[in-house]
């Protein structure tokens, strides 16, 4: 019975120390819990401004990437605007379905000329940018006009420069705050192409042979240089020939003794070889712009004024016409007629460069009607 009490209270403590080992395994769990809570929400609440603070730091990478993004399109942008100024200034002809674009960047307008105009014009431009001069050149630019950009048609120009402008001014269009105006020149240098309205003969045949009509009369303007009056003398040191008169061209010869006239119309149409030792002058025709060569590059023989020891070898049309530092001169030809070589009765492009220039005048309202502002 004793041995019996004996198990049975050892069973009791046993039992009751497995019950309070549970109990202080779980109180002491619920301590690891309630510290590893404490721990955790500790974390949590120091972790939070590091996470605020990677948020923050991720919007301002944004906004960094954002302006690395939007930074090269802006750059990109003022690079192509820069190109295409560019491009604008240095390439102003642009050929297009509707017609040939000239564009001005610098005046702030562009202006489209007909297609049937390309190769026949220039455009000359004012180094401040006040006018642009538009010029007839002839197919392939053979005209020179007198400072060899061609033959001047009209301008555009700006309000500023209208002083030098006395014909034909009408107001077109104001770009970049500035009025520009259409205008031309008084002398209508055009016209320097029109020849006789015979269509069925060669143009440089036809303007050679009216020039040979003139020869009449330039031979009548010829003086002895002792002969001109103080206003008139010419002095050596200044002698350039030939020398643009009011009423001519006129030719200074010191070595022979005088000096000739020839019309403003002979201006780019023709040469003068002189001899060496002064016995003669030739004067050969060399189409506009020295265009025809002839045998010897000069042009093609018109006449001569030869002093008298030199005439054995000109056989034809021989006339004195005075003596000048004691020595006779006179008018002579070769019997050989190279100026005819010029002449093709059957040639399908007589008149040329006269009447394309004047249908190129008559496209004038028309383009001007194709002035346009550049943004």
Request: proline share 2%; glycine share 6%; net charge negative.
């Amino acid at each position: 019975m004793n041995i019996k009490k004996v198990i049975f209270i050892i069973i009791i403590i046993i039992l009751v120390g497995c019950n309070n080992k549970t109990n202080n395994t779980s109180n002491v769990n619920e301590s690891i819990e309630n510290k590893n809570a404490t721990s955790n929400d500790k974390t949590l609440e120091e972790q939070q401004p590091t996470n605020d603070k990677l948020e923050k730091t991720r919007e301002e990478q944004q906004s960094v990437n954002d302006n690395i993004e939007e930074k090269p399109k802006e750059q990109s942008k003022q690079i192509i605007d820069n190109k295409i100024d560019k491009s604008l200034e240095e390439k102003s002809q642009k050929q297009e379905n509707e017609g040939i674009q000239y564009i001005n960047n610098s005046m702030g307008f562009s202006i489209i000329f007909p297609n049937s105009w390309e190769g026949y014009y220039n455009i000359v431009k004012d180094e401040n940018s006040g006018c642009i001069d538009i010029l007839y050149t002839g197919k392939d630019s053979t005209i020179k006009g007198e400072d060899g950009n061609g033959l001047y048609m009209f301008s555009i120009i700006r309000e500023d420069k209208l002083d030098d402008f006395l014909d034909s001014i009408k107001e077109i269009g104001t770009y970049r705050e500035q009025k520009y105006y259409y205008a031309t020149h008084t002398d209508f240098e055009i016209g320097s192409l029109r020849d006789e309205e015979d269509e069925n003969m060669n143009t440089d045949f036809k303007k050679a042979m009216s020039m040979l009509e003139d020869v009449p009369e330039i031979l009548k303007t010829i003086k002895s240089i002792e002969q001109q009056s103080a206003d008139d003398k010419i002095e050596e040191d200044s002698q350039e020939q030939p020398r643009q008169q009011d009423e001519g061209i006129k030719y200074v010869n010191d070595v022979m003794g005088f000096s000739l006239t020839f019309p403003n119309s002979w201006e780019g149409y023709y040469n003068i070889v002189e001899e060496e030792n002064g016995g003669y002058i030739d004067i050969l025709y060399t189409g506009k712009d020295s265009t025809i060569k002839g045998e010897d590059g000069n042009g093609l023989y018109m006449f001569s004024i030869i002093r008298e020891d030199e005439l054995d070898d000109f056989l034809d049309s021989i006339k004195e016409i005075g003596t000048y530092r004691e020595q006779k001169y006179y008018y002579a030809t070769h019997t050989d007629f190279e100026i005819g070589s010029l002449r093709d009765e059957e040639d399908e492009n007589m008149n040329t460069d006269f009447k394309k220039a004047m249908s190129m005048l008559e496209d004038v309202p028309q383009i001007l009607e194709t002035i346009s502002a550049m943004e």
